[in-house]
Every structure is written in C-alpha cells, then in structure tokens.
C-alpha cells in the first residue's frame, strides 16, 4: 500500500508533459486515418470487414428510424384539420414509423392545436422501443461474431469486466463498435457524467462477483479476477469545445479525474478487503472523432500513468499495408516499447501477461473501427460533437449500444445522479430545446422476474425517478420542454423496455 501510493503521489506531483511515445503521438497530424474512396480500398489487413458491413447496415436501419420522424410529424400537422385527421395520422405514423400515436393528443388537436412536442417525444420513445424489441434479429449478423468474447477475456484472466464509459452519447457504442467486444453478462456497462463511476456501488458489485467466485459459482474463479475500465474521452479535431462535457472539455482534467477514480477503487477494496484484494483496473481514451483509442498500460503493480499509453491511430496508419503477422508484432512491439520508456510516464516493471494479451486484443480489434469510421464515415464522423436522440437515466437497455443514441445517466435516485443528469438536459438544451422541441427523457430500471414482488418494486422507483426529474427542472416542466416515459425490463427473462404507460404523463404530474 505505501509503494501504491507514494507511486500515485509522484505521479500526481508531475506535470502533463507528455513522455517520448505522446510526444511522438503529437507528430501525428489528427486527420482521418482512412477515408472512403482514397485508392481502390483502404482496408487494413487486421479490418474485419465482414462484421463492418453488418455493423454499418445496423446504424443505418436504427439511424433511419429516427431521421424520418420530424418529417412524417410534419405530414401530420398539415392535416391537423382534416375531418378524418386522427385516423389519416394514425396510418401515416404506423405505416412510415411502425407504431400508432396517442390517440388522445390527435382527438384533442381540434381544440387547441396538436401537441407537436409530445408527439415528438412519443415517438423517440416508440422508435427506441422498436430499436429494443428488434435489436435480436437485427444484430444477429455481427453480435457473436465480435472477436472479444467470454474466451477471450477468460484466457486473459477475467471471469468479468465492468465497464464506466462517460455518459456521452459518443461511447454509447463502446462496447460493441469501438472495443468489439461481445455484450453478455459478463460485460457490466455503468455510464456516469466524466467517467466518474461511484466508488461504493462498484465495491458492492465487486464484493458480490467476489462472492460468486469463492463459491465455486463461477468457473475456474480461482485463477480469474475481475476488472475494472474507465472510459474518458476527447476529440482531437475540436480539442477546446467538444471533449468532455462534465471536464470543460479539458482532456487533462479528464484523464486525471478517471484515473483517480480507479485509484480510489483499489485503495477502497485494499483497506476494506485486505492488501492484493483489489481488482484489476485499466484506463481508456477514445478519440470521438474517429473512435481510436488511448490505452493506458498498467505496471507491474497494476499502477497506470497519464503518459505511458499506445494510440491505436498510430499503431493503423503504421501498420497499414503489412500482412496481419507482421502488424500483430508491431502492436506488441509498440507495446513493449510504451512499457520500458523512460521519463515521468515510467512505471515499475511490465504488467502481467494476461493484461498484456487484453492490450494487444483491444488495440487490433479497434484497428476494424478506425477503419469503420474512414470508409464508412469519410474518415472522420460529419457530428463530432452531440447528436442524441433521447436522455436515459436508471438503468441503460443493454440491447441498445449505438454512438450517440442516447445520452445516459446511470443512477438509482435523482440526488445520486443529479450531476450527470444536469449535463443531459444541458445538451438536450442546445440539441432539442433551442429548436422548439423538449427533452425526452426515459426513466428505466430492470427487475428479477424470479423474485416475487421485483416487477413492482421496480416501476415504483422508476416513478419515483421520473416525478423527480419532473420536479428537478420545474420551469422546463411547466413548458413542456420535458417529456418523461417510464420503462421497465425483465433481466433474467425477454420482457425488454416495457413501457408502463402507453402515453407520455402530463406535465408537471
């Protein structure tokens, strides 16, 4: 312990002066790695371009969904005094957007006009259902194929990782685009404002796995552990005003801020649990302009470093042009190298082997995204900054995974995660608010089909959450500039993002 943090202090006292591999990094000019059209193909021996198809036709349906909703809103509103309007825009919407609108709203715009917000907001609503109730079928070509699997992870020697993306919308597709790796219950996904997870909430979780595995519950749990990754993140194209919402768009304040999160996390489990009782931890930076990735390499005692990371951006356009031999060796290579640099980025002795195998899989499979976003993207995504369709607090749908879907706020109650929900309605301000529209917020939370009682435990406390919300920004409320649903899903069964409510619940109630 007194080795940890005398580490922690030097490197905390040290300036952000980048050691020699950044300051090779910086060389690099922050263009698109790979952009559509330039030459026959720009395809890297490593891309799987199988999966990017597949991967690429799932936005575009998802992607559709929600494009096309403002003008099929419009279609209807011009025939808002039509004799027959309620049932000419009852067959628009289920024709075009696959779902019926509130029928109150349409019988009553008669009187006082239509309610465009709340039909606007009823139908991100209904369209992220339908992404939800879809999301089998639809991600059957690429979700197993994805090459970072329980197999993978177990032969690094994890039983679970537990991820804490920022909430930005531009992690949302972490998981599956960026890291490729296989969604399952193995893989925890917990989004907090800056990456700034909840230290006593990831013990509780921790302590249960701990549990799971000393029982024998969890295969091979002797040799396994668990681990622990915070995701923060940047943008290299617009450093100053679209990085990290909660950090100011201050990519230093970022990193430090996610990296003392993980400190604090094994500092926590060492003093509760015993010293060496804490888990695994690994730091990553994405670049959301072109989702390439920072790792942070860990060392020998598990300690990681702001300086001392390897850039997938690099590692593609270096090995770019070798065969897939040859690449897989340069990323070890560099590897090898950002491990035994010298200067303030120098840790104590090279981290184990099985961190090493996840470094090396994590940054040849991120090789296919760079790629993803260069052939199909032009090389660099058209929004760099927030584009998301809808807010969701509580608790994430895991079938929806997808760059800027939505913006999510993990919580259990609203003074937990009032932060992280103030930096929500704050971009929703400039995305929908600015523009006439409201704030659709989803107020979701999961329950245990198996335990008697779970169902309505938890419909209560997502009502609970969405009168909170509701009342935390009265003078939006008041305008109707926020629209709640309430949502409930059945994690052991296939009951998923059950609406409690078919229509949206009036404002300020």
């Given at each position: 312990m007194d080795t940890r943090k005398r580490l922690l202090a030097m490197r905390r006292s040290s300036s952000f002066e980048p050691g020699p591999a950044a300051r090779a990094d910086s060389a690099v000019p922050p263009g698109p790695v790979c952009v559509a059209g330039a030459g026959p193909r720009c395809e890297h021996s490593l891309t799987d371009v199988h999966i990017n198809a597949q991967l690429f036709h799932y936005e575009q349906r998802v992607r559709q969904r929600f494009a096309q909703i403002v003008g099929v809103l419009k279609q209807i509103s011009a025939h808002q005094h039509d004799a027959d309007f309620a049932e000419q825009a009852q067959q628009l919407a289920q024709q075009q957007l696959g779902f019926r609108l509130p029928g109150d709203l349409l019988e009553r715009a008669w009187v006082g006009g239509l309610d465009l917000r709340r039909l606007h907001s009823h139908c991100i609503m209904s369209s992220l259902k339908l992404c939800v109730d879809e999301a089998q079928s639809e991600q059957a070509g690429w979700r197993l194929r994805l090459p970072i699997d329980d197999n993978v992870l177990r032969q690094c020697g994890y039983h679970t990782v537990d991820i804490s993306p920022c909430a930005d919308g531009r992690l949302q597709g972490l998981v599956p685009f960026i890291l490729r790796m296989q969604p399952g219950p193995n893989v925890h996904v917990k989004a907090y404002a800056g990456a700034l997870f909840d230290v006593e909430s990831d013990i509780a979780?921790?302590?249960?796995?701990?549990?799971?595995?000393?029982?024998?519950?969890?295969?091979?749990?002797?040799?396994?552990?668990?681990?622990?990754?915070?995701?923060?993140?940047?943008?290299?194209?617009?450093?100053?005003?679209?990085?990290?919402?909660?950090?100011?768009?201050?990519?230093?304040?970022?990193?430090?801020?996610?990296?003392?999160?993980?400190?604090?996390?094994?500092?926590?489990?060492?003093?509760?649990?015993?010293?060496?009782?804490?888990?695994?931890?690994?730091?990553?930076?994405?670049?959301?302009?072109?989702?390439?990735?920072?790792?942070?390499?860990?060392?020998?005692?598990?300690?990681?470093?702001?300086?001392?990371?390897?850039?997938?951006?690099?590692?593609?356009?270096?090995?770019?042009?070798?065969?897939?031999?040859?690449?897989?060796?340069?990323?070890?290579?560099?590897?090898?190298?950002?491990?035994?640099?010298?200067?303030?980025?120098?840790?104590?002795?090279?981290?184990?082997?099985?961190?090493?195998?996840?470094?090396?899989?994590?940054?040849?499979?991120?090789?296919?995204?760079?790629?993803?976003?260069?052939?199909?993207?032009?090389?660099?995504?058209?929004?760099?900054?927030?584009?998301?369709?809808?807010?969701?607090?509580?608790?994430?749908?895991?079938?929806?995974?997808?760059?800027?879907?939505?913006?999510?706020?993990?919580?259990?109650?609203?003074?937990e995660g009032a932060a992280d929900l103030d930096v929500g309605i704050g971009i929703f301000n400039n995305l929908n608010l600015v523009n006439g529209l409201a704030a659709p917020v989803l107020v979701h939370f999961s329950y245990d089909s198996r335990v008697p009682g779970s169902q309505e435990r938890s419909v209560a406390r997502a009502r609970q959450v969405r009168d909170a919300v509701l009342r935390r920004f009265p003078d939006l409320t008041d305008k109707g500039q926020v629209n709640c649903q309430v949502a409930v899903s059945d994690r052991r069964g296939t009951v998923w993002c059950q609406f409690i409510a078919d229509v949206l619940p009036s404002v300020g109630h």
């Open positions: 979780d921790w302590a249960q796995r701990e549990v799971e595995r000393l029982s024998g519950a969890i295969a091979d749990g002797d040799r396994l552990n668990y681990l622990k990754v915070a995701a923060y993140h940047f943008s290299s194209s617009h450093p100053a005003d679209q990085g990290c919402a909660a950090h100011g768009s201050r990519d230093r304040v970022a990193t430090d801020a996610a990296l003392a999160r993980l400190d604090e996390l094994r500092d926590a489990v060492d003093r509760s649990f015993g010293e060496g009782a804490a888990p695994d931890t690994l730091l990553i930076g994405v670049d959301t302009d072109i989702d390439a990735l920072r790792i942070h390499l860990p060392d020998a005692l598990g300690q990681m470093n702001p300086h001392r990371y390897i850039d997938t951006a690099l590692l593609y356009r270096e090995t770019l042009g070798m065969s897939p031999d040859a690449a897989r060796a340069r990323i070890g290579a560099r590897i090898a190298d950002a491990e035994g640099m010298g200067g303030p980025g120098e840790g104590q002795g090279a981290m184990h082997e099985g961190m090493r195998r996840l470094v090396a899989s994590l940054a040849e499979a991120n090789i296919s995204q760079i790629e993803y976003v260069g052939h199909h993207h032009g090389g660099r995504y058209s929004v760099v900054g927030h584009d998301e369709e809808c807010i969701v607090v509580g608790e994430a749908p895991h079938p929806l995974q997808l760059r800027n879907l939505f913006y999510y706020a993990h919580l259990d109650t609203i003074e």
